[in-house]
């Protein structure tokens, strides 16, 4: 996958209105995808506009032309060929404020930096009313905690009036093609606690090594006459640093995996928590 994101637009008789989607998601420059589903548009030019956008950003638009297959079978679609890590699906009527949309472009792109990047990102968005004019913004401040990485067990309480739609959601492109049903043939495995996933595989075998500074403490001596009328023979003020930095390309918590000294069981990783950074600052005076 060579793109950020991917953003599917299931397209059905949408030329009266679809340039204004377009035209916010193009703001999003070459790490973007864009995948317009013509699902079958029979009564507008929707197919011949398509194209049109597929030939002016050859490297950013994809058209697929299909036999109308319902909303669904466009997300679907979507899915299917998508190339960018991440993948959004928008609405041929809806659209993306571009300021917003250069934000979570960053945001992904320092937390991918980080090997921090998440399955799911859950965004606000607006509900704009056309006929009178008016505009509704759906926020999860009291669900999620806000800027930062969170799992399941820090989700708070819904609202009955609050539900997770598609226009908050940014998924992780590999989580949307697991295993799911009999017949299939996916890239990733079926998500699950239990069964054949837990076993050994080649499938998650990955280069470990790393150069990691483990220990070092710095300090330096002072001695002088002023401290020896105070009965002072020295002062010596340290720094020392456990677990402080490591170089590696594993994308797992700490390279450093072995729970046993078994020689099968040596290099599992099991997601144990990472080894713990300390620093610790102090001063060492003899008197």
Known sequence: MDKLITFAVPCYNSAAYMDHCVETLLKGGEDI????????????????????????????????????????EGVNQGIRNATGLYYKVVDSDDWLDTEALEKVLDRLRLLLHRG?????????????????????TVRYTNVFPQNRLFTWMHVGRFRPDQNILMHSVIYRTEVLRRWRIPGQIPDM???????????????????????????ITLSYDITSPKLRRLNISRIQPYVSLQNFITW????????????????????????????????????????
């Open 33 to 72: 995808e864009i995948i317009l589903v013509d699902d079958g548009s029979t009564k507008d030019d929707t197919p011949a506009i398509c194209d049109a956008y597929a030939a002016q950003y050859p490297d950013i638009v994809r058209v697929i032309h299909q036999e109308n297959g319902g909303h669904g």
């Open 116 to 136: 921090t990047a998440p399955d799911l990102m859950f965004c606000n968005y607006v509900y704009e009313h056309v006929e009178d004019g008016t505009s509704h």
């Open 189 to 215: 495995p079926r998500a699950t606690t239990s069964g054949y996933n837990l076993k050994n595989s080649t499938r998650w075998v990955e280069d470990g090594s790393y150069l990691k500074v483990k220990n």
């Open 248 to 287: 590696t390309g594993y994308s797992g918590y700490d390279p450093e995996v072995s729970q046993s000294t078994s020689a099968t069981s040596m290099g599992i990783d099991w997601g144990t928590y990472p080894n713990v950074k300390t620093v610790v600052v102090g001063l060492n005076i003899n008197f």
